[in-house]
T-cell receptor
Framework: DTGVSQNPRHKITKRGQNVTFRCDPI?????LYWYRQTLGQGPEFLTY????????KSRLLSDRFSAERPKGSFSTLEIQRTEQGDSAMYLC????????????FGQGTRLTVV | AQSVTQLDSHVSVSEGTPVLLRCNYS??????LFWYVQHPNKGLQLLLK??????LVKGINGFEAEFKKSETSFHLTKPSAHMSDAAEYFC???????????FGAGTTVTVRA
């Protein structure tokens, strides 16, 4: 399968713990995005990478969130000191170019904070 | 700023009847518009996209959408619904060279046998 891959698919964690998610984009795509989707809502933009450079972060991404994309390949999204409000589906997407080109999405990581 | 409004949160149709999902957009610049579908436990899949070419866009699985600038609309239609069309549908906009996608809240489609 050469699509966008996300791991783990599901994560249950206790409030206050740290969690890390991984995204492997389509190999030739230089742009990578993270989105968050809560129940009954559409995905919301969190952050964007072009190659290894993080070019934009949404104000939704508090200081407890950090994303990296070392060497412009896979990306990780870490949430520190998780809160119940962090419970959501975290989606990763990639695209070969910007501006009107569709993004290809992974199946997401569903986070539940208890 | 770009945004979309999906006018129906839930649409229920009988199998074999037409489907209409309504979407209005707001954009300061020439928008690119998309429809994505999300089946349970599956990733978002692109149905079709409009990027300033033909205003009537044909997508996968028999879906099509028409871009109407005067009405700022991008409604999705399918002449005959199939049971496999039951899913969540999102209207999405991006502006000019902006890489960010702005999603609507989604429309849940149920198909009755």
């Amino acid at each position: 399968d050469t699509g966008v891959s996300q791991n783990p698919r599901h994560k249950i964690t206790k409030r206050g713990q740290n969690v890390t998610f991984r995204c492997d984009p389509i190999s030739e795509h230089n742009r990578l995005y993270w989105y968050r989707q809560t129940l009954g809502q559409g995905p919301e933009f969190l952050t964007y990478f072009q190659n290894e450079a993080q070019l934009e972060k949404s104000r939704l991404l508090s200081d407890r969130f950090s994303a990296e994309r070392p060497k412009g390949s896979f990306s990780t999204l870490e949430i520190q000191r998780t809160e119940q409000g962090d419970s959501a589906m975290y989606l990763c997407a990639s695209s070969p170019t910007g501006g009107g080109t569709e993004a290809f999405f992974g199946q997401g990581t569903r986070l539940t904070v208890v | 700023a770009q945004s979309v409004t999906q006018l129906d949160s839930h649409v229920s149709v009988s199998e074999g009847t037409p489907v209409l999902l309504r979407c209005n957009y707001s954009s300061s610049y020439s928008p690119s518009l998309f429809w994505y579908v999300q089946h349970p436990n599956k990733g978002l899949q692109l149905l079709l996209k409009y990027t300033s070419a033909a205003t009537l866009v044909k997508g996968i699985n028999g879906f099509e959408a028409e871009f109407k600038k005067s009405e700022t609309s991008f409604h999705l239609t399918k002449p005959s619904a199939h049971m496999s069309d039951a899913a969540e549908y999102f209207c999405v906009v991006s502006e000019g060279n902006d890489y960010k996608l702005s999603f609507g809240a989604g429309t849940t489609v149920t198909v009755r046998a």
